[in-house]
């Protein structure tokens, strides 16, 4: 086993996705494409990662933070140019690169391992490249093979018309070893139609050196770029459609798949039903035999067994639902725990707030737990029942048992098993309304 460095590129201008934002930094099932990527690399335990990052390098240092090197390419050059920009970041590196791009997200961690046993072959290739094959080659550089072996890698540009009816593409990733690299990058010039110092020279190079190159070809979709919006949007669906199928395949009934959004880290049990239209955002963990009803958007919530959410319903991070518990239509959870078997069925906004077990929590509960300043803090006791349409004033603490009336406003705090009651008392007028409408009516008449 050699060590691996990966030398991720992301230099280039991304113009097509019109945004401040930097490309590889466009997220794609709540994370970073550039992330989902390092992910994939991180399961190599490589000693070095590279990223070569032209504009918008204050963004992906606050995106990294330390969990990857980065290095300046000013002005772009070409692909070839951009991986000689690695070259001080892994001076006394003597094992295999990994050359990546951070624009090409979901290459998995077997293709990559694919590449790398290839580079170790028995005819010891200077240069393996992941290739494959789309429907329409058009735009990328083709990769020719004769005889199992690269005999040319030419550029779409640069392409004679029998190059260019070759379906065999170049994916642009590569595997070398070190000690090839940044020699054979070193004699690579700029003399091709678009003036770039291309990587895919170093395989002619090596070549004309006598050396052989080779391909290792892969499924199209674990190369797939993303240059716009659309295409963005286009991968975001493709990913979301495996999911899918992965959470049916471990025992998750979903009734219409297409309208499940998952996150990047969403974990599910078993026997867990999902309606239609649901969205997770990142952080959400559910365990086995929950119902997640129709319409409901869930982040960075913690859900036990047995419980219900929805439909309709609103989980913000730090929610956590204990087993059996009970989220009903249009309730808004925030950094709040619902104690087991407890419910909030209908209309109600929860946050910064401790449940109790089997605690009922009635129809338009509000905690109030800002002040325009700070947040304050709700608890509610085992078994409390707080009637329909009551603002609880935080911080506040309603005991164990008590029972808070409908429509109360409550700013301090509710021993065990009281209740209480803040509310005008009810007065009575007998007839009174009776008089009323006679009087008013005979007024209106101009009796
Ligand atoms: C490159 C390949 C082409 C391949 C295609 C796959 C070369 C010469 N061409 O095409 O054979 O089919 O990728 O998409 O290698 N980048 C930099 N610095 C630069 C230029 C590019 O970091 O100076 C980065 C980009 O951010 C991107 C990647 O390299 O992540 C590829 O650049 P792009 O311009 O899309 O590739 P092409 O040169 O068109
Ligand atoms: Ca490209």
Known sequence: MTDVAAIILAAGKGTRMKSDLHKVLHPIAGRPMLMHLLDAVEALKPAKKVVIVGSGKQQLEAALTGTAELALQEPQLGTGHAVQQAEAALSGFAGDVLILYGDVPFVPTSTMQTMIDRLHGDDAPAVVVLAFEPEDPTGYGRVIVEGGKIVKMVEQ?????????????????????????????????????????????????????????????????????????????????EWQKRRRLKAMDDGVSLIAPDTVWFAYDTVIGRDVTIEPNVFFGPGVSIADNVVIHAFSHIEGATIASGAEVGPYARLRPGAVLEEKSKIGNFVEMKKARLGKGAKANHLSYLGDAEIGAGANIGAGTITCNYDGFFKYKTVIGEGAFIGSNSALVAPVSIGAGAIVGAGSTVTADVSSDALALIRPEQKEKPGWAKRFREAMTAKKAGK
Do not use: H, W
């Not at 070398?176 to 002619?204: H, M, P």
């Open 157 to 237: 540009k640069d392409a004679t018309d029998l190059e260019k009816a070759v379906k065999l593409s170049n994916s642009g990733l590569m595997a070398v070893k070190a000690a090839d690299l940044f020699a054979l990058l070193a004699r690579v010039t700029d003399d091709n139609a678009q003036k770039e110092y291309y990587l895919t020279d170093i395989v002619n190079i090596a070549n004309a050196d006598g050396r052989a190159c080779v391909a290792v070809t892969t499924d199209p979709f674990d190369v797939a770029g993303i240059n716009s919006r659309a295409q963005l949007a286009e991968m975001e669906g």
